[in-house]
């Protein structure tokens, strides 16, 4: 079995699932929102000032991409009976890591499982 480090133990939210940038919140019952995370921007506001000879100064008034912080875009509402299938995966190794053949769910129209299909991981 693949052991869950503490790190990833705090950051796994309860009630969801984590799939190719997106992350899908149980709301009730086999009902899911999908959600991914888009680039956040944060304001650099415009500010005036004057420098010790006098003269006007001017900076800000532009946006910076942040490294640390992402923004949530709430995408559709599935259902798991109707809108996801099971998908097997086969088992792969890395450095320090063995993982088995699972079954995933998948949504039915994602693109994503065309990529899974070209890398030779599905069916």
């Not at 799939?19 to 929102?33: D, N, P, Q, S």
């Not at 506001?45 to 010790?52: A, E, G, L, V």
């Not at 995966?89 to 450095?95: Q, S, T």
């Not at 320090?96 to 949504?107: G, I, Q, S, Y």
Request: with cysteine; aromatic share 14%.
């Amino acid at each position: 079995d693949y052991p869950i480090h503490p790190a990833e133990n705090q950051m796994q939210p309860t009630g969801c699932l984590r799939y190719f940038g997106r992350v899908y919140y149980w709301i009730e019952g086999l009902t899911v929102a999908s959600y991914t995370f888009e680039a956040h921007f944060k304001t650099i506001p415009r500010k005036t000032w004057y420098s010790k000879e006098g003269k006007k100064r001017t900076g800000g008034g532009y946006c910076v991409r942040s490294k640390r912080h992402r923004t949530a875009v709430r995408g559709n509402i599935f259902n798991l009976a109707i809108d996801f299938d099971t998908q097997l995966r086969f088992w792969w190794e890395g450095a320090d890591v063995k993982v088995p053949d699972a079954r995933l769910f998948m949504e039915r129209n994602a693109g994503n499982q065309n990529c899974l299909r070209k890398s030779g991981r599905a069916r």
